[in-house]
């Protein structure tokens, strides 16, 4: 008896997997790595995560990717720069917010970001210059 039920599980387990395989039906699309593109916000999610992880490369390589589609996007530059901040690359860091603070002056967190990098690298003027320029822009701002 078990082997009746184990032959006929393994010829119900390979039928399963020949329909599997088959060709898409006409209409129907086959999925493909190209035509998965994500957004580049679920992208920074996901480079947040490496980043939460300690894979600071991997992290890095995924915001690349972003970097590429969309050489102008900000958010992916200043997420680059918290990145390489944590990871102890401050020269890289550094280059990463100026970057994203040249594409949109008033990127507030980017600012802040350099304030911070600043401020560790004792630059401390050059931190306070960052942080006046925040202040600017969120004036009614309690925290500041």
């Given at each position: ?7 006929n ?75 390489y ?12 917010y100026?970057?994203a ?11 802040l ?5 600043f401020?560790?690298?004792?630059l401390?003027?050059l ?18």
């Amino acid at each position: 008896m078990i082997k009746i039920f184990s032959f006929n599980t393994f010829i119900t387990c390979v039928c399963l997997f020949l329909v599997g395989c088959g060709e898409p039906k006409n209409g129907e699309k086959k999925a493909s790595a190209s035509s998965h593109v994500q957004a580049p916000a679920e992208l920074i999610k996901h480079a947040i995560s490496r980043q939460e992880a300690g894979a600071y490369d991997e992290a890095i390589d995924i915001l690349d990717q972003i970097l590429r589609a969309n050489s102008q996007y900000a958010p992916g530059y200043y997420q680059k720069g918290l990145v390489y901040e944590e990871w102890d690359k401050r020269q890289e860091a550094l280059k990463a917010y100026k970057k994203a603070v040249e594409i949109n002056p008033t990127y507030d967190d980017a600012r802040l970001g350099l304030a911070s990098l600043f401020g560790k690298s004792i630059l401390n003027d050059l931190a306070v210059e960052q942080l006046l320029k925040v202040a600017e822009t969120r004036r009614n701002d309690p925290k500041l």
